[in-house]
């Protein structure tokens, strides 16, 4: 199989070239259905292309739209992260001083009692 040195190298060659346009191809294809302003006819040949002439329409499309690849990329981390801190703020819950504020503007405005004014005082600090 591996004859000399040469063949090894090609070989090595090789294997990086098909690992490099695997990386490149998800990445292209992430980005064709992550952004929002390219229609489907669009899409679609762009996907055509990739699969009758992979190399050089993955490289066209780096030239071509390579730029928005980035900002849409920081778009989406914007969007997940958003989601995940409004979940987390959802989860968490409000903070307990926050809970005992509320609670002392009810009793100021005459709508609960001392008595539960003091119970839900002692719940939030719990």
Do not use: C
Not at 27 to 56: E, H, K, N
Not at 83 to 112: E, H, M, N, P, W
């Amino acid at each position: 199989m591996l004859d000399s040195i040469w063949d090894l190298f090609w070989y090595t060659l090789v294997v990086f070239a098909f690992v490099a346009y695997l990386l490149i191809l998800f990445q292209v294809l992430t980005d064709l259905f992550r952004d929002r302003t390219m229609s489907s006819v669009a899409r679609i040949l762009w996907i055509i292309g990739l699969i009758l002439l992979p190399y050089l329409t993955a490289f066209a499309y780096l030239l071509t739209r390579g730029r928005g690849i980035a900002e849409r990329n920081r778009e989406s981390h914007e969007e997940a992260k958003q989601a995940a801190d409004a979940y987390i703020r959802d989860v968490a819950g409000r903070s307990g001083a926050a809970q005992i504020a509320d609670a002392k503007a009810l009793l100021d405005a005459g709508t609960i009692s001392q008595a539960e004014f003091d119970q839900l005082k002692a719940k939030a600090l719990a």
